[in-house]
């Protein structure tokens, strides 16, 4: 999807079944949506792992080092510098909140945000959760 439909912090539409379906919302793991535009590392995301892509399927390379737990084995995307991305990553999570303040309660709009054990409420939190998170890294420097 492209940067403006994937703020940081946000579950874009259309992904509520694969959370189900790989239970991402059980046992505690932490995950995030990243566009494919944008760099996958940023503030919280540091050394990112390849695991999977669209173009060449699955690294068993990497998936047999992580079955086997040779975490040090893994190769690690290295974060470039942020600065710039980072200012325009505030502005889609900024663009993101006015979008979902501004519709929130609109019929239709909350009809779209509800289903498969999500609710409105959960993308009003993610808007206001990603924006604060990253005026904050901005604010330390990034």
Do not use: M
Request: hydrophobic share 35%; glycine share 10%; aromatic share 10%.
């Amino acid at each position: 999807l492209p940067s403006r439909d994937v703020p940081w912090e946000s579950q874009p539409r259309g992904t509520a079944w694969l959370v189900e379906r790989l239970r991402l919302d059980k046992g505690g793991y932490r995950y995030w949506w990243r566009s494919r535009e944008d760099p996958v590392a940023n503030h919280v995301i540091r050394g990112p792992v390849r695991f999977w892509s669209a173009t060449d399927g699955s690294d068993e390379t990497v998936l047999r080092a992580l079955a086997e737990r040779r975490f040090a084995d893994l190769p690690r995307t290295r974060a470039g510098p942020r600065r710039a991305h980072g200012a325009a990553e505030l502005a889609s999570a900024l663009e993101q909140l006015r979008t979902v303040c501004g519709s929130y309660w609109e019929r239709e709009w909350r009809r779209e945000h509800r289903g498969i054990g999500r609710h409105p409420e959960d993308t009003l939190w993610e808007a206001v959760h990603g924006y604060l998170d990253l005026l904050d890294a901005e604010e330390r420097g990034g």
